[in-house]
T-cell receptor
Framework: QQQVKQSPQSLIVQKGGIPIINCAYENTAFDYFPWYQQFPGKGPALLIAIRPDVSEKKEGRFTISFNKSAKQFSLHIMDSQPGDSATYFCAASGAGTYKYIFGTGTRLKVLA | ETGVTQTPRHLVMGMTNKKSLKCEQHLGHNAMYWYKQSAKKPLELMFVYSLEERVENNSVPSRFSPECPNSSHLFLHLHTLQPEDSALYLC??????????????FGEGSRLTVL
């Protein structure tokens, strides 16, 4: 119940493509869903986050889609660039807790 | 210095050595965390400190010993480690560890290799 399942494990797209990374959770107490971006040799950094009261959130080229009934959320990267090549982690957190449950990560490579 | 800084960035140690990892946050946050990052596994929460008090010890073996002397500094003392402890150890901080932690700010990590 505490897992967040992330797929795919790795992804290669051409520049300008729209990579999509999916995450699924089981615990309905989760109410905060962030995505973290990690470049090689760096720590993860918050990219975008969503709460379940909305179905979509956009920040620049990054969009989270949220399906509460299916308990799934996904990250879309519009007009992807080689500089977006990184590992992306989804996570979930519940009210009243500092604990984040992270997915296993997706290594994205955007070809020039 | 800004953000969260970790030292050393790389550490190689034998199974009988004793070493320490250091983390310092310059963000004025009240909570600090140690995470373990291994390939193809989720980030694994090890310890959480809130206002210098340990609030989480996530079933971590006693060969890992945390220390939080103040809200800006966090240490991870290592002794008699096993090769399977080789990983990237990430320190993070957040504004609080109470009702809602908020955004986690990570350091760049300490890459540990146990021979």
């Amino acid at each position: 119940q505490q897992q967040v399942k992330q797929s795919p494990q790795s992804l290669i797209v051409q520049k300008g493509g729209i990579p999509i990374i999916n995450c699924a959770y089981e615990n309905t107490a989760f109410d905060y869903f962030p995505w973290y971006q990690q470049f090689p040799g760096k720590g993860p950094a918050l990219l975008i986050a969503i709460r379940p009261d909305v179905s979509e959130k956009k920040e620049g080229r990054f969009t989270i889609s949220f399906n509460k009934s299916a308990k799934q959320f996904s990250l879309h990267i519009m007009d992807s660039q080689p500089g977006d090549s990184a590992t992306y982690f989804c996570a979930a957190s519940g009210a009243g807790t500092y604990k984040y449950i992270f997915g296993t990560g997706t290594r994205l490579k955007v070809l020039a | 210095e800004t953000g969260v800084t970790q030292t050393p960035r790389h550490l190689v140690m034998g199974m009988t050595n004793k070493k320490s990892l250091k983390c310092e946050q310059h963000l004025g946050h009240n909570a600090m965390y140690w995470y373990k990052q291994s390939a193809k596994k989720p980030l694994e929460l090890m310890f959480v400190y809130s206002l210098e008090e340990r609030v989480e010890n996530n079933s971590v073996p006693s060969r890992f010993s945390p220390e939080c002397p103040n809200s800006s500094h966090l240490f991870l003392h290592l002794h008699t480690l096993q090769p399977e402890d080789s990983a990237l150890y990430l320190c993070a901080s957040s504004q609080d560890a109470g009702v809602f932690a908020g955004e986690l700010f990570f350091g760049e990590g300490s890459r540990l290799t146990v021979l």
